[in-house]
């Protein structure tokens, strides 16, 4: 099956400084990729839609400054959270769509990367 | 606007049978997916609907009825590792997914 990682898998850093998730879709080539946030007993809560090329979309609310995506290969998707608060603790999610048609529309998740920022 | 509603928390014994219901609301359709969520973990794939009907894979089982905005996940023989989060998402015309908030699972010996 297909399969996406994430890393780092946990990471805690200090306020005001600026953390990288990389996501990758490791046997499958993904022309989209999304990113969700997900706080404690919460649904997750789509922050952006990238794809491989172009500017991601972000959802109303997501500061696109703050919350930086490159989608620069068909493999690898990358978030920046810049400046990071407490606030921005959370569980980070990516998923993967796959560029095949059979899998059109399923996608597939990471791990997670839970970030705590103190 | 667009939801998706489902219910927040459902109690079941260690080998019986539930239902989780989920009822939406999107503009345009083009399926439903059905995520299991343990704590602490990403979601995994259960399901997929766009057809009306019954899909059977093994102890789940996913219903779909478009016309009444609606589907249920039905999962059998429970065992305890089936507590977890059952996660509700609906494709919408832009084949984006809309998320239901989760309905967390308790699975009682």
């Known amino acids: 099956g297909a399969v996406v990682s994430q890393h780092p898998s946990r990471v805690i850093c200090k306020s005001g400084t600026s953390v990288k998730i990389e996501c990758r879709s490791l046997d499958f080539q993904a022309t989209t990729m999304f990113w969700y946030r997900q706080f404690p007993k919460q649904s997750l809560m789509l922050m952006a839609t990238?794809?491989?090329?172009?500017?991601?979309?972000?959802e109303q609310g997501v500061e696109k400054d703050k919350f930086l995506i490159n989608h620069a290969s068909l493999t690898l998707s990358t978030l920046t959270v810049t400046s990071a608060h407490p606030e921005d603790s959370s569980f980070y999610i990516c998923?993967?769509?796959?560029?095949?048609?059979?899998?059109?529309?399923?996608?597939?998740f990471g791990p997670g990367t839970r970030l705590t920022v103190t | 606007g667009q939801n998706i509603d489902q219910p927040t928390e459902m109690t079941a014994t260690e080998g019986a049978i539930v239902q989780i219901n989920c009822t939406y609301q999107?503009?345009?359709?083009?399926?439903l997916f059905w995520y299991q969520q343990h704590a602490g973990e990403a979601p995994t794939f259960l399901s997929y609907?766009?057809l009306d009907g019954l899909e059977e894979k093994g102890r789940f089982s996913s219903f779909l009825s478009r016309s009444k905005g609606y589907s249920y996940l039905l999962l059998k023989e429970l065992q305890m590792k089936d507590s977890a989060s059952y996660l509700c998402a609906a494709l919408d015309s832009n084949y984006q997914l809309i998320w239901g908030a989760g309905t967390k699972l308790i699975i009682k010996p």
């Open positions: 609907n766009v």
């Open positions: 998923s993967a769509r796959a560029q095949t048609s059979g899998d059109l529309y399923e996608q597939y």
């Open positions: 990238s794809n491989e090329g172009s500017k991601a979309t972000y």
């Open positions: 999107t503009s345009g359709f083009n399926g």
